[in-house]
Each structure stands twice: as C-alpha cells, then as structure tokens.
C-alpha cells in the first residue's frame, strides 16, 4: 500500500515539475544507467560486482534531460546492468509507456537487451560509446544521469546501503530524488 501510495505521490511531483518547466507531463526519451554501491554492516541483501569491484547493491535508474527520476530499480550488485535496467522496465511499464527512446552506455549493447526493453516498454534503446582516443570526453547527455546519482550521495543515507531490504532501499531513493 506504502509502496503504491509514495510511487503515486513522486510521479506527481514530477509531472507538476515538468509541466512548470513547460514540458509534457510524461517524457518520451529517458536516460538509464546503474550505480553500484557499498552496504553497511546493517544492510540485508548483497551481491559482488566484480567489474567495479563492490560488494553491495545496485541502482539502476532511468532520468529524464532535467534528471528528474522516472524509474528506479534496486538489485544485489551481482546483477548485470542490462539485466536490472530490464527489470526495472517491466516494473515500471505505466510510468515509462510514453518514453520511444532509451540512452545508454555501452555496458547495456546486445540485441537481446535492444529487444527485451522493446516487448517491455516499445520503445528503442540508443548505445553512447566512448572514443576510442583514451582522453576524457564529456558524453552527450550522459552527464545527466550521473548527476542524479552524484545529488542521491548528497543524502547520508544513501551514499552507503543501510537499508534491510531492498524495497526500503528503492523507496529511500524515490524519496530523495
């Protein structure tokens, strides 16, 4: 009940928010991408990542271009970030059926993840790749949905896991974002 009441209460922020900003209520192009992070001692449930070398959960989130949030999904770290991002679609079908284009990064390229999101959302999923010049470059549109995570560590509760479960750790971010 909880869960449904504060997922309807954050969609209406947002789309009060985008209707002042003089947008559509609902977006039609997110930007998705997973972070992982580190649990307490307190936390419940946990997974490794063994490519960023973390042992805790993830978050995979889909923003819009103001980095408002749209979707979130909190998984055991030893989740895929195409295999999160997937869940989190089919979890959040109501709140993205508008959305016809997802950004990635080139963690999430495959067909199969192309064509998982498309039976979920009908929607296509665009890959960013970065050069292949070893020098930093600012990637379109990407610097968004990081920023929404760097402003989600700004809450002490939420730089590590400290939640018991998952769910209240989902329902910490939704809260915070």
Known sequence: MTQ????????????TYREQDGRKKQTSFCIVDAQSVKNTWTAGEKGYDA???????KRH??????GLIHAIEVTTANITDREGA????????????KVTNIL?????????????IKEAIDCSVEIIKRSELHKFVVLPKRW????????LDNYRRLWKNCERTLENSRQSCLLAG
């Open 4 to 15: 449904v009441f504060s997922k309807k209460c954050i969609k209406k922020l947002v789309e």
């Open 86 to 97: 997937i869940q989190m679609c089919e979890r959040h079908t109501e709140t993205l059926d």
């Open 61 to 66: 989130i889909a923003v819009d271009t103001n």
């Open 51 to 57: 490519g960023k070398k973390v042992s805790g959960i």
């Open 104 to 116: 990635c990064d080139g963690g999430y390229t495959g067909p199969s993840f192309a064509q998982s």
């Open 144 to 151: 968004i949905v990081e920023r929404t995570f760097a402003w």
